[in-house]
């Protein structure tokens, strides 16, 4: 296990502007940190410096309080799993898993153990013998999981291990990926633009924007109290809407009507998910649309709703389905609204 903390850490690729600037990140021994974001917004050059791919134009890499800033690749002894799988075709899975430990000079018969150990782990020592263009693109990842992890190294970096399998094998593959980190308790990164995958299988998870990290904490936090405007309409609060406070845990909304929620100062917006919002059956609501668009989900309805606060997306789970053009009045539930500042 090691700790992995990146101390004011400076990236750029042309020399000149910073992709990264002042970046601090701390994840703790054995942890699982997702880092999660929008194209361009620095999450793969982060793996990459930490790898040792880019060189850093300031801050320090730090393993263990041991600044790996300069360290050469081939001697951070880091396991990396690519997007592509980056195996050699001309070699079987045995002998591309066993490669970093015959470049380390590990005798035969250890070699030959770790090797069979680890495929066993992952389930693929039946498959050997066998080149990678024999095997699935599920069977492949599994094939180079098990050779980052073979030689046991500090940190584990995942570039998007999972983007190139269907939903089904990405599905098997994350909780293999976990299943593997929590045995061998190793500090891991790993870099997605997919929500749930991180979600599912993360200790915490860093949303980055723009070179920054904008929240950095646990899948459920943020998931239930995002600390900005982006990080809220990130991870799914379809619905951000205009306030303005009137009293403690009070808010008007811009059709004039009221709302009770968690009491914060200087509020911008609310937001709410599509899920939580409440369909009125009968009697007051906060707001009253049209139905322009019906979407059917498998498990449930999504409408959107032309209302006078603007276009609102809101979810049900009722068997019957309300049709286009149909009046749809709505409630926000106090316990399900979220308030931003930023």
Do not use: W
């Amino acid at each position: 296990m090691a700790r992995l903390q990146l101390n004011d850490l400076k990236v750029s690729y042309d020399g000149k502007v910073n992709i990264l600037e002042n970046y601090n990140l701390d994840i703790e021994n054995g942890k699982l940190v997702s880092i999660l974001g929008p194209s361009g917004c620095g999450k793969t050059t982060t793996l990459r410096a930490v790898a040792g791919f880019l060189d850093t134009r300031g801050g320090k890499i730090l393993i263990d309080d041991e600044d790996y800033s300069k360290t050469p690749i081939n001697k951070r002894n880091f396991g990396i799993v690519f997007q592509s799988y980056a195996l050699f075709p001309n070699m079987t899975v045995y002998e591309n898993v066993a490669y970093g430990l015959k470049l380390r000079k590990v005798p035969v018969e250890q070699r030959e153990k770790q090797v069979l150990d680890i495929l066993e782990t992952v389930e693929m020592i039946s498959f050997k013998d066998r080149k990678p263009e024999n095997l699935s693109g599920g069977q492949r990842q599994r094939v180079a999981l098990a050779r980052a992890l073979v030689i046991s190294p500090k940190l584990l970096l995942l570039d998007e291990p999972l983007s190139n399998l269907d939903a089904k094998l990405r599905i098997e593959m994350r909780a293999q990926i976990k299943k593997m980190q929590q045995k061998y308790k190793i500090t891991t990164i790993l870099i997605t633009h997919d929500q749930e995958e991180c979600f599912s299988i993360s200790d915490k998870v860093a949303i980055m924007n723009n070179g920054k990290i904008e929240q950095y904490d646990t899948p459920e936090n943020i998931y239930s109290s995002p600390n900005s405007i982006f990080v809220a309409d990130f991870v799914g609060f379809k619905n951000l809407l205009d306030v303005t406070k009137v009293g403690n845990g009070l808010y008007r909304l811009s059709n004039g009507k009221e709302i009770k929620a968690e009491d914060v100062e200087n509020p911008k917006k609310i937001a709410i998910r599509p899920q939580n919002i409440a369909v009125a059956q009968k009697g007051e609501s906060l707001i009253e649309g049209h139905i322009k668009v019906r979407t059917y989900l498998g498990d449930s309805y999504q409408y959107e709703v032309d209302s006078d606060l603007g276009d609102i997306v809101v979810n049900t789970s009722d068997s019957i389905a309300l049709n286009t053009g149909d009046t749809i009045k709505l409630n926000f539930p106090e316990s399900e609204i979220c308030v931003l500042t930023d």
